[in-house]
């Protein structure tokens, strides 16, 4: 199990980050993700793998004052 | 051939000193004797050099006052620039650049109802009183205006302890109860120790002491803050470092960056309160008083807690040498410097000194200034009868109100003013 | 100074438009033209989590060459907004970003004191730090040696369009710092932040007031001319205003001698 801007979910057959930032609808290019409060740059969303209790943020800019 | 190359140099060094004091506007001969004419021609020591044991704290405050100083063009300034600085609540350095020049001579009227306004609005009517007490007349420097001169030849005195007791016990006495230490500017004479325990003694009389002493150290300054006191004044005397430099011919004094980060110094030290002035009528006065006003415009900005105070002392005859006059600084330039301070630091404390009669003065007073002492002298031992005569020391100026404090008193009041013998009281 | 030598400039990043645009609460189709009605050379943006099934690409709809300012809203205390920042940072690719941190739900008032420890640690981490606050003289003193780039102080509690409220304290900014101070929240109309700038202000932030507006471009280009007009009226110095009642008081400067 982990835990996903706040949602619980399965691994299941995700390998890695950039894969569950994929599956989940987003382009990399847009979002940014942190893993138990680091953030893991662009380019190694692919070589960190997800491990069981790990809590992600993925994050993107929205319109704001 | 090597002699006549020796007396080619002579020559032209002559010429040099000649070439430079006609280029320069703001020579006060007034000064100068033939004695202090040779003495100019020595080999002295490089002024702009710290010497050993002095603290450099590399501030950038000294840069930026003279950097402002250098570009200060007082003509180019007009009368709409003195407007719109008049009109101005809150003033700035242009402001103030504007108030100094030749430009606001025909506003000195309307400065002077303004800047008694800006008094009355941080003031009140009050007005506060302090004498100085001179505890040593040594001295190691060479400046060639001041009676206290190392080779001015006058009575030299130090008070002791029971001395400067007994001193104190009569200012008390009279009911003043801020109190002004001063010294002569001999380290070695009058140690920071000696110092610090005439602080001590005057805690025991006074409620607020200041100090004007030679430029020591931030941790020498924390002592004597630690010893009681609260206000330090150095006068830069002047901020033109060439100039600075042909009227200090010898001495600690002699090294102006020393000198000119003194305040900060005492503000790292922990005072509350550092005092500023040119002595006017050395150079320029217009930029001396420029410069003045931004040292402690910056000061208090980098040190928004710093108590701001200035004075405005115009150059007097001393002994030995009765023709010393403040060249072109008359009484309405000196005015105009008041209200030009007054209307660019509103809070700041102004002293105006006993080197000015009673109508200058309180007329002063009356208008922009907000400190004044009374029953002054300038020589040491001066304050009580019980100092023998022999071990009373010579004045550094003459003085051109010897009132006494009962009389000022009455003249504030008569004024409409309202004495105030102190409005803070130390607490360490 | 002469006009086109005019730029604000945030630690040696120079900008010649003095608006600073927010994104907030309005449809973003009309963020590009809003932008570029108002001339704005800086538009702030907040870091939220992304929704799941995609998200619109803000990006999409700012001019290129506009500078993105990430804020920290919904940061509670320093901690969170560095964490924002960060975030932040590695999104946009800039140094910029504006702390915002606030502890109260209902006015939104900024907590000054954990802005300036956010300020001190971003600062430190080479951040360009734009830090909103409520005008106090001793908290931009503080704010300015933690480094941060400017001062935003707040004319009236964020969104409610009120104006000036703050006048008087803003003025001490503007008179005792030697940074930029941007006035940030509460201005409700162009008059006002052409008053803001005539007092010397650097640059004015608004969002709500054009967001709130019948028209959001046209809104965001009366804001843009207002700006630069109060801009040039306090470059060129104000006339004088002659004070009703004249006072003749006896002459002070009669006892002059010489």
Not at chain 2, 11 to 27: F, G, Q, T, V
Not at chain 2, 90 to 117: I, T, Y
Not at chain 2, 230 to 241: I, K, P, R
């Amino acid at each position: 199990m982990i835990k996903v801007n706040g949602e619980e979910m399965e691994i299941g057959s995700l390998a890695n980050l950039k894969e569950l930032v994929e599956s989940q609808g987003y382009n990399p290019q847009l979002v940014v993700c942190e893993v138990n409060l680091e953030i893991v740059s662009r380019e190694k969303l692919q070589d960190r793998g997800l491990e069981e209790g790990d809590e992600i943020e993925i994050v993107t800019f929205m319109q704001g004052g | 051939m090597s002699e006549d190359k020796e007396i080619n140099t002579a020559l032209k060094e002559n010429m040099d000193i000649k070439a430079a004091m006609s280029e320069d506007k703001h020579i006060n001969t007034s000064i100068l004797s033939e004695e202090i004419l040779e003495d100019l021609k020595s080999n002295r020591i490089d002024h702009m050099t710290y010497l050993p044991g002095m603290e450099d704290i590399h501030s950038d405050i000294p840069e930026r006052v003279i950097a402002a100083m250098e570009a200060y063009d007082y003509d180019s300034y007009t009368a709409s620039d003195v407007r719109a600085a008049l009109d101005k609540k809150n003033r700035g350095p242009e402001d103030f650049a504007a108030l100094l020049s030749p430009a606001a001579r025909p506003f000195l009227e309307e400065m002077a109802q303004l800047a008694r306004k800006e008094k009355m609005e941080h003031f009140g009517n009050s007005i506060n009183f302090f004498t100085p007490i001179y505890i040593a007349n040594y001295c190691a420097n060479y400046c060639i205006y001041c009676g206290f001169n190392c080779h001015n030849k006058i009575k030299r005195a130090k008070l002791n302890e029971n001395e400067i007791r007994e001193e104190m016990e009569a200012i008390a006495a009279t009911g003043l109860q801020e109190i002004l230490i001063l010294t002569g500017e001999s380290k070695q004479m009058s140690d920071v120790h000696y110092i610090g325990q005439a602080i001590k003694i005057a805690r025991e009389y006074f409620k607020v002491i200041g100090i004007e002493i030679y430029p020591v150290n931030s941790d020498e300054y924390a002592y004597l803050h630690e010893c009681g006191a609260d206000y330090v004044t150095v006068f830069q005397e002047t901020y033109n470092s060439d100039k600075y430099e042909s009227l200090h011919l010898a001495g600690n004094k002699r090294i102006f960056p020393y000198r000119i980060n003194a305040q900060e110094r005492a503000l790292m030290g922990g005072m509350r309160g550092v005092g500023f002035a040119a002595l006017l009528g050395l150079d320029d006065f217009r930029k001396d008083a420029f410069a003045t006003g931004m040292h402690g415009y910056l000061l208090q900005r980098k040190y928004p807690r710093a108590e701001i105070a200035f004075s405005c002392p115009r150059l007097r005859p001393i002994i030995n040498n009765d023709r010393i006059n403040p060249m072109d600084v008359h009484e309405t330039e000196l005015l105009q410097v008041v209200l030009a301070y007054r209307l660019f630091m509103p809070f700041a404390s102004i002293t105006v000194s006993t080197r000015e009669c009673k109508r200058v003065r309180d007329n002063l007073m009356n208008i922009a200034a907000s400190k004044i002492s009374a029953a002054s002298d300038t020589g040491v031992g001066a304050h009580s009868e019980k100092v023998d005569k022999k071990d009373k020391g010579d004045a550094q100026f003459e003085i051109d109100d010897d009132r006494s404090v009962e009389e000022v008193l009455e003249d504030m009041r008569a004024l409409g003013l309202q004495p105030v013998m102190n409005d803070y009281v130390y607490c360490g | 100074m002469e006009i086109n030598d005019d730029y604000l400039d945030l630690k040696g990043h120079k900008f010649k438009s003095r608006f600073i645009l927010g994104s907030g609460k309005y449809s973003i189709d009309l963020i590009k033209a809003a932008v570029e009605n108002a001339s704005a050379e800086i538009v702030t943006v907040a870091l939220r989590r992304a929704n799941q099934g995609g998200v619109d690409n803000i990006f999409d709809y700012i001019p290129k060459d506009v500078v993105l300012l990430p804020n920290t809203s919904g940061a509670r205390n320093a901690e969170e907004a560095i964490r924002i920042a960060h975030l932040s940072r590695e999104l946009s690719g800039s140094d910029f970003v504006k702390i915002e941190i606030m502890r109260d739900s209902k006015y939104l008032l900024p907590d000054n004191f954990e802005t300036i420890k956010a300020t001190e640690k971003l600062a430190s981490e080479g951040f360009v730090v734009m830090p909103y606050m409520y005008p106090d003289l001793n908290v931009a003193r503080d704010l300015r040696d933690a480094g941060a780039a400017c001062i935003m102080p707040l004319a009236a509690p964020i969104g409610s369009n009120r104006g000036l409220e703050t006048r008087a304290f803003i003025k001490i900014l503007i008179d005792e710092l030697d940074l930029p101070i941007i006035v940030d929240a509460g201005i409700g109309s162009p008059s006002q932040a052409c008053q803001v700038m005539e007092m010397g202000a650097s640059a004015v932030m608004a969002n709500t007031a054009i967001a709130t507006a019948g028209n959001v471009p046209a809104m965001a280009e009366a804001f843009a001319q207002a700006i630069k007009a109060g801009r040039e009226a306090y470059l060129a110095g104000l006339g004088r205003i002659v004070k009703e009642g004249a006072s003749a008081s006896s002459p002070l400067t009669g006892y002059l001698r010489d």
